[in-house]
């Protein structure tokens, strides 16, 4: 990999320090307490960041969300990790889509998700907007806030740059598929995942350690396509056999292979037994 394309998130990361760290140290003196809160800090870091980098990544993935989201999200939509500034319910037809879900643990964000989804047409008034604090590992309490509805209430899951976040990804999102998405229900996905060049992943994994500890726990070398694609569940005799009837995996048009953020698309939809 060429040496100027693995050393080019040093850029975002100076560019997210230039915008973030002054806004975080006032929000310290503030309230000196913050530094006794490792996780809380982090998140008052990333809402900055998120206010510099969120709508230019929105942008660059506009083709991609209309052609997954826009197309195929449909009735009640979870998204996990909804962040900041609500992005992915822009891209939802609202005759589709009738009830709107968004996971986001950082209580800073839920402001501009609100305001997004009002301007999209969802409102906590009439029901069709829920805007949750928690994390997608606490599939109970995502359930019990729909407690009205018996079996997994979603039609659809969306998880957009969130996967990279989460620790053990793969376990919570497979518990968050089996509990909370209908038989039939879709996933929809667009992350950054680990690259299948050797020399690029090299590079994903040797960034990791210092990327995550900036935003939020992000990490560069998740497999996360590959985690979604290997699912399991046990039927009805314990065998364990996947989750999937039908998945689509694609990528980004026109993104060159040499990538420290190298994306995949899916759309997945759950077996009906
Ligand atoms: C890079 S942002 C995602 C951006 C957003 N989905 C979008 O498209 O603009 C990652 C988000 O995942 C959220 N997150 C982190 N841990 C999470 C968890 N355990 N469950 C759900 N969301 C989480 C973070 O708070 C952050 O807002």
Redesign the pocket.
Same mark, same amino acid.
Do not use: K
């Given at each position: 990999m060429k040496l100027s394309l693995a050393v080019a998130l040093l850029g975002d990361l100076n560019l997210a320090l230039k915008a973030a760290l002054l806004p975080t140290v006032r929000d310290v003196i503030a309230r000196p307490k913050l530094l006794l809160m490792p996780k809380i800090l982090s998140?008052t870091f990333?809402a900055h960041v998120?206010t510099v980098f969120?709508a230019g990544?929105?942008e660059a993935a506009r083709a991609v969300k209309e052609n997954l989201i826009t197309l195929h999200a449909r009735g009640v939509v979870l998204?996990?990790?909804?962040? @900041?500034?609500g992005?992915?319910v822009t891209y939802l037809q609202r005759r589709k889509v009738h009830k709107y879900v968004a996971?986001?643990?950082?209580v800073l964000?839920h402001q501009r998700i609100r305001e997004n989804a009002n301007l999209a047409g969802y409102t906590e008034g009439n029901g069709s907007l829920i805007i949750l604090p928690?994390?997608?590992?606490n599939a109970p309490a995502i359930i019990q806030t729909l407690s009205s509805v018996d079996g997994p209430p979603f039609d659809t899951l969306v998880s957009?740059?969130?996967m990279c976040?989460?620790?053990d990804s793969q376990r919570?999102l497979t518990r968050l598929v089996a509990e909370v998405l209908k038989p039939g229900g879709q996933l929809l996905f667009y992350e950054h995942v680990l690259s299948p060049r050797a020399d690029v992943a090299w590079w994903q994994r040797f960034w990791s350690p210092l990327w995550k500890v900036w935003?939020? @726990?992000?990490r560069l070398d998740c497999p996360t396509h590959l985690w979604i694609d290997g699912m399991m569940t046990p039927d009805v005799h314990g065998t364990l056999k996947s989750m999937w009837s039908e998945r689509k995996v694609w990528g980004k048009e026109g993104e060159p292979d040499e990538n420290l953020f190298w994306h995949r698309v899916g759309q997945y939809i759950k077996n009906v037994e």
């Open positions: 998140q990333m998120w969120g990544t929105d998204d996990i990790g909804a962040a @900041g500034h992005h992915t996971l986001e643990p950082n964000m928690y994390g997608a590992d957009v740059l969130t976040s989460i620790r919570v935003f939020d @726990g992000c």
